[in-house]
Structure formats: C-alpha cells, structure tokens
C-alpha cells in the first residue's frame, strides 16, 4: 500500500533590500534585538528610535567567531522563552555577520521557525551575509558545519553605522564587493575603478549593485549546488591562508584579497586573465589597503593543505578563477604542477 | 535604493509513505541509521538486510523522552562529522517518535540540511509522526519548543517491527487512529467498530487510512496556522493530565484517549455530540483496553492549568472538540462555567 504526500508550495519567500537611511520598522507581535556589547554601546539608541514592537527585549550575545557555537544558540534560545516570545515574534539581527548567521539560526529553530530582520553594521555583513539566507555556526569540525537556510523578512542596509567600523574592517568589506565584480560584471569593475568608495553615495551604490548580483546567483541556486560556489573565488586560498596564520591575523576580507591575486594568477597560468588584469585587480585592492602579496613557507605543503579541509573528502579540488574581468570559470582538478608553479611564486614574497 | 530578492520556489518536497513489508532502499551516498540499542538489538539485523548505502555507519542514541535534548541533538551531529557524512548524506531514522524527531532535526540542520527517511517502529510514529514533517527537541521550557520543519524523503511502514512492541503501546497508536476518524471520518469510524486491528491486514488498512487524513491536514496547514490544530483534539486536556499525573504515569496515547473522552463531554454540553456517540467513542476505545475515566482532584485547578501551559500566553483558549462523528469544531474560550462543569463530572473517578 501506498500514500502519495503532497505538499503545499511554501508561501513566497522574497523580500526587500532597503538600501537607505534606516526607516521606522513597526512589529506587530513580540520582537527581540539580538546584537553584542559593543555595537549595542554605539549604535542601539539610535536603533531603538526606529523599531516599535508589542514588546520589545534586547539580548546580547558576546563579540566574535569564537562564540559562534550551538551553546551560545542555546543561550539566546533561553532568553526568547523566558520573554515568552511566540511563534508571531520577530527576531531583529543587529551586528555583523556572526550576529546574522546566529540570529538567522535561532530564527529558524524557535519553536520551528519565526520570522528575523537582518540590520547588518558592518560592510561585510552588508553586502555578502545580507542575502542568500545561509544561517548557521561553527563546531570543532568547521566553520558553519552546522546550520540552516532561513530567509529574512527584510534586510535594513545603513551606511551611517559604517563611521564607527575599523578602517581595516571597511576594507575587508570592500575586497568582496571587488570579487562581485571580478567574477560577474566588467563594467561594474571599470565603475569601481572610476569612482571612490569613500564617499558615501558611491559606496551605497556599490553596495547596490554587489547586492544585486549576489541575489541573481542565489536565485539561480539557493543551496549551493552550482553557481553559488563562484562566491568562493579567492576563498580556496583564503582558507589555507586563514589556517597557516592563525585566524586572527588577518581579517577573513584580507586573506580574500591575497586569495584572489592568486586564483587570478592561476588564471593567468591557464590563459583565461592577461597580466594587465591582474595588475588591474591588485591595483583596485591595494587602493583600499588590502594586502595583495604573501609569504608562502612551502609551495607543496600550501598544496597539500586544500585536502585537508574538511569540505573536500575526495580528493577532488575545483578553484574558481576569472575569465577576463567579469566572467567567472571553474577549474576542476587542474594538474598538481600547475598549481605548484602559481604558489612557488608566492614562496618568497612579493613586493607590494 | 531598493533591491527586490526574487528566490526560486523550493524543489517539490513531495514523497511517498509506503506501507508494506520493508522493500530493500539503495542509497547513493553515505548513510547513517539513527536508532536506540532496544530497536537495534531486536530489529538492526533485519534492517541491514533491506539497506544498502556507498558507506554505512550506524548511531545510536539512549531511548526515552528525556533524551531528546539538544545535547543528544549535537552527540548525533558530532558522529556524523566523525564519519564525514556530506550534503549528499542521508539519515534514516530507526525506531519511534523520539528518534524520527530528532533525526528529521539533525538532518535539518546538518551542513544546513541533508535528507532523511523515516522507519518508524511503533504504531504511534507509523501513523503520527511520519506525515508532517514536525521535528524537534524539547527543553526546561517544554516539549518539541526547539525544532524545524523538515519532510522525509520517503517513509516506510511494516508493521512487522510491531510484533515486539509493548501491548499498551500498541494501544496507545490505536487512540491516534480513533482520533483521526472522529474528527475527518465517520465511514471510518464505522469501520473501526467493525473491524479488528489485532488482525495484521486491518491494521495496515487503518494506518493507510489514518495517514491519508493527516496528509490531507497537513496538505491543508502544513506550518499549523489551522486547521492542523484540530490534530489536537483531546491534547488540551491530555497535557494537564500528563503534568498532574507525571511524565510516564500514562503513556501519551492513553492520556489522549482520556483527553477524548474529555473534549467529547465538552460537545455534549454545548450540544454538538449526543450520549450515543460518546458511548461508541469510549466502546472503541475500551476495545483497545484504553483508558475512558480519570479521577480529577480539583475541576478548578484543572482549569487553571489549561492556562499555565507555556504555548496559550494570551488567557485564550481553543478546546478542539467533535461536531458529531466525523467532524471537527474549534471552541474559541467558552465560558468557565461550563467547562468546570464537565471536568466536575471527573471529580470523582468513573467506573469503566
């Protein structure tokens, strides 16, 4: 015997960016405020006079990648039963990005889902973590091993929070907005070459187009069985990078930068970007005081480490490269040699 | 500015219940079976028959309620990490309600979600917990409060694994079905009175019809903004017995079968059930040896407690009750009056 279940489509889950001063946000259930001790400090004053709700909590959680675990989850899930937040209350993300993908997280779980805001301050979390949905933490196995895809209900992009972000973290943000254009759009390039991302208009703009064309690539395909993989470019490198220096010595954004001169010169190795570009991209990043060179300890031993990570069981390695500005290519298991060759140029480092 | 996130409809979660003698299941990639040492050590050998994986890794996790807790939740996931399950992994739940729960939420959030089949063991989660996709954990604050919704791949019932359940716990998946045909059904109700659910073919007759109707409800609500809480129907009082008797006095089958009886007295106060087909409600369920009377101390601390349970905030609620056999009503707060004098007629206990 047999039962056929079907299942209802899932209600529309498309949403706004809003790309502006933060407007009035009214809640009409219970909300709760998720954000830490530091940017509550600065900026939740000047939060707390846009956002009416029925009732309304502030909790905090502690600052930083090291508290983005299942216990810190726990923790914020026992504050929203003890404010008696319901299966109609909102959740409000209010931070960077491990404040986000938390967030987004315990949204998704509490009592099998509510709804969340997300109100990114920093401009990483602005333009990458805004849209796309992945929600999650990390575990003694990884990074976001853990997790679910939960789509806000809206997303509140205000530049004004950006004043009090650190100048190399602003940078950061900007590395991914110059992998966006790298990867999908020439004259977006040529735009960020033109115009300065210090000026407020400008970078609202940038911001604009970087958060478009992510939204095209998670519309193609939400949970990362394709083209959602090109946002890696620059992150396979990145990764090793992360590991060999510890994390913390350079911000996740920076080892992007270095990340992408290096898939760029794989690119070249295989004649898909000409050294012109290459010198374009770098000039791009060194003009926000990204770091464009490296000291490789061991060409080999950086190869070897790519298998390491644990996402890749296979022995199987696809980096994502540029073709030309503005077109992105996967190279699937390019020849160990080739490989080898682009890193032995990084053993000794360059200079800027 | 503005940026309008389109996302793609989700791909049809649509599956199938089979209800048959297990057929063998090949699956692509990595497998994990979850399940508890007692179902392992009576049925894992008759399993590993029927299921064939690339890699297969067995974990089990203790039996009982009291497990099904965050901390079992992130034992599981750490042995999937172990054995370096992927997103192409697969999860089967073996066993009963609290294994499928739990498993169909570990799948949901295991590198932001996996599949998973259901093998439910009990005839409660054979006709309860397979339709819906409700998965979760409880915590301090209450039952399955923490959870995703997150529908199985497929799901399939034999009802051989029953031959070793505990008779009272065959009972108490019996009350589901009585549940079920008072509320959609009464040509199914008809038939139970007729037939005899001891005899095998019965019984997958039963379970074929029982998930039918959840599937229509859930087709109908899958997020349980409805209609789904009629499934409800003698789980408001079921709760405060539970609480006042104690986890594990009454099986919850048993105190859903005493909730019926309940909610039924309920629609005979307000007159839309006659003492006939309470009389035939409580015959079928004394066919299964279920629990028809309960011994209430106090009518108005019975009461109160329909209030302090954590899900009704608001001083309202909703008693699902019968219109006739077959039929469902929702009974939005009526009048204290006359639910006490329902629940005085329990004072004190009546005899079978």
Redesign the interface.
Known sequence: ??????????P?????????ELPSIEIEGKAAIVTNPKVAGLHLQRLLQSVKAKELYIVTIPDGEEYKT?ETI?FM??RF?DH?L?RKSTLIAFGGGVIGDMTG?AA??????IDFIQIPTTLLSQVDAS?G????IN?R?GK??????H?PKAVYIDTFWLNTLPKREFSAGIAEIIKMAVMFDADFFDWLEKNDLYEDSNL??AI?RS??LK?RV???D??EKGVRAVLNYGHTFAHVIENFSGYGSYLHGEAVAIGMVMANDLAQEFGYFSTDESERVKELLKKYNLPVSYSIESAEKFYDQFFLD??S?DNKITFIIPENIGKYKMLSSPEKESVIKVLKKFEKAEGF
């Not at 015997?1 to 899932?10: A, E, Q, Y």
């Not at 998704?108 to 889902?113: N, T």
């Open positions: 015997m047999k039962v056929s279940i079907t299942l209802p489509t899932p529309s889950r498309d949403y706004e960016i809003i790309i502006d299942m726990e899930l026992d039963f008696r319901d997280f998704s779980i509490f009592q099998r889902g849209v949905g992945k929600t999650g575990n196995f976001n091993l853990v997790g679910a895809f789509q609202k703009e604009k958060v478009e939204a998670v519309n193609e939400e949970k644990k996402k069981h």
